[in-house]
């Protein structure tokens, strides 16, 4: 674990900051992907949930890698992440040469993207399971018992709030507010690519851009990707003064 109590309770205390402040699924689940990384042996993380049908939507990745490992797994319709949503089951692979035969297209994409080890880990309340969230590590077996424990708990704490709002509102509003989710994440992924077009940058140094101006200016990430799409902002204004937050 690359944190004690200490950080845990600082990572418990972000998500709950998220979870009350005007709640919005993808900076709640963004803050996941990115605290457990943070607190976690692990060297990437993304999460997909299921949207209003029930199939899987990525919703949060902490790369651009990341994000395209978890849209294979959906078009494949076979994966780790899968797995585990289907069966409310940690799927834990510690090396992925030795045993990720059970996906083979995916085990092949993770291994040439400099991947070895891959935890997923459903995202459930009692029988309620609504997504799964996924650890990815450039080393083989690193994760430990504890780590993954962690990992879960983080998980199954977004989990309660999701489900929590959904309890505070009728379904039909819950399934319009997770669509409006899904919706900007897409915005965002159109906010990167124009920040990384007018700025020379990787998607992923323009997505850390556009979360660290996010952060240092205290708005919600996808009211800030609105905001560049509809080019009510200077995009000049996030790529030369925001910073990727520790």
Not at 70 to 93: M, N, Y
Not at 96 to 102: K, P, S, V, Y
Request: charged letters at 25%.
């Amino acid at each position: 674990m690359a944190g004690g109590e200490g950080a845990v309770t600082v990572a418990l205390v972000r998500l709950v900051d998220t979870l009350v402040a005007d709640y919005d699924p993808v900076d709640l689940t963004q803050e996941l992907v990115e605290t457990t990384v943070e607190l976690l042996p692990a060297d990437a993380a993304g999460l997909q949930l299921a949207d209003g049908r029930g199939e899987l939507q990525v919703l949060a990745s902490t790369s651009e890698q990341t994000r395209m490992l978890e849209l294979l797994q959906i078009q494949a319709a076979s994966g780790p992440c899968l797995q585990a949503f289907r069966t409310a089951e940690k799927v834990f692979v510690a090396d992925l040469r030795a045993t990720g035969q059970d996906w083979p297209e995916f085990a092949e994409y993770a291994l040439r993207q400099g991947f070895r080890g891959i935890c997923a880990l459903p995202m459930r309340l009692r029988s309620d399971c609504i997504g799964a969230l996924n650890l990815f590590t450039r080393r083989a077996d690193v994760l430990g018992a504890d780590d993954l424990r962690i990992a879960q708990a983080l998980a199954d704490f977004a989990t309660i709030g999701i489900l929590h709002a959904r309890i505070l509102a009728d379904s039909l509003a819950v399934n319009e507010q997770l669509n409006r989710a899904l919706n900007s994440r897409i915005v965002i992924e159109q906010a990167k690519g124009m920040l990384a077009e007018r700025g020379g940058l990787d998607m992923d140094i323009a997505f850390q851009r556009l979360r660290g101006y996010a952060r240092d200016h205290n708005r919600p990430l996808a009211e800030l990707a609105h905001a560049v799409v509809d080019r009510t902002i200077k995009l000049e204004s996030i790529i030369g003064e925001a910073h990727p937050s520790p």
